[in-house]
């Protein structure tokens, strides 16, 4: 069973940074792409950013384009969401999720594991 344990959440005002982790357990993560996805209460969840296995592919929602960066260490076996200049519209549990099938990166249902998620409250 594959485990994912997001960290770095919590709660900021509009216009600062936070950095997400997601550690998966086992020794296979670097053959697995990844992504970031978000829910709001009462609203879908929803894709966020998608990373290749070799972190040279990147794929992210328009929502959070040019303000939100994915990257991984395959060596520390972790995944990382930097977000900046945050919004209250950014507001959400974040999860991190591994690939398990090809299709389009903001298909949830192309992920097989998910993390337990990690709240973001961004206020004005």
């Known amino acids: 069973q594959v485990q994912l344990v997001e960290s770095g959440g919590g709660s900021v005002q509009a216009g600062d940074s936070l950095r997400l982790s997601c550690v998966p357990s086992?020794?296979?993560?670097?053959?697995?792409?990844m992504g970031w996805f978000r829910q709001a209460p009462g609203k879908e969840r929803e894709f966020v950013a998608y990373i290749s296995r070799s972190g040279t592919t990147t794929s992210y929602a328009d929502s959070v384009k040019g303000r939100f960066t994915i990257s991984r260490d395959n060596a520390k076996n972790t995944v990382y969401l930097q977000m900046s200049s945050l919004k209250p519209e950014d507001t959400a549990v974040y999860y991190c999720a591994r690939r398990s099938a090809g299709g389009t990166h903001s298909n949830p249902q192309l992920y097989d594991y998910w993390g337990q998620g990690t709240q973001v409250t961004v206020s004005l």
């Open positions: 086992g020794r296979t993560f670097s053959t697995y792409s």
